[in-house]
């Protein structure tokens, strides 16, 4: 019988896996699709700095790094949500009204930093894509462009 848990709980664990993965590439949709609105928004921005000389590798590393301090800012503001949700909300109260089945209910230092690389390593890999258009645009093409 406790075989046959056991194997429930570790079905139940590679469910949630799965679950994660799929919820982070929607996240990462999201997280894409609003980097490729604000490239599109700044379209004459982006053609007046080709045209005063920027490079298109330079715009490039501009829309990645505008990804990398949104994802730094996101994992920065999860992160000190989870610390006192986590570690002094619900996890205390598991701890206390569960201790049976949750003896130790806490977020290792080593989690946080995982979850901050991984919300910067989304972000960034969802902005190539919008970075890549806007290293390609023309300056004639992007002055034209009205929105």
Do not use: C
Not at 87 to 106: D, I, S
């Amino acid at each position: 019988m406790q075989l046959g848990f056991m194997g429930m709980l570790g079905a139940m664990l590679k469910a949630l896996d799965v679950i994660s993965i799929i919820i982070l590439v929607i996240m990462m949709m999201i997280i894409g699709n609003t980097i490729a609105m604000g490239v599109r928004e700044r379209t004459r921005e982006y053609g007046v700095l080709s045209a005063l000389g920027f490079r298109p590798g330079h715009i490039r590393l501009f829309v990645i790094g505008e990804a990398f301090a949104l994802g730094a800012i996101a994992g920065g503001v999860g992160i000190a949500l989870a610390i006192p949700i986590v570690e002094l909300g619900m996890g205390r109260w598991l701890e206390e009204n569960m201790g049976a089945w949750f003896p130790y209910f806490r977020i290792q230092s080593a989690t946080y930093v995982l979850a901050f690389g991984f919300s910067i390593a989304l972000a960034a890999a969802a902005s190539i894509l919008p970075a890549i258009r806007a290293g390609r645009l023309s300056v004639a093409t992007a002055l034209r462009r009205v929105a």
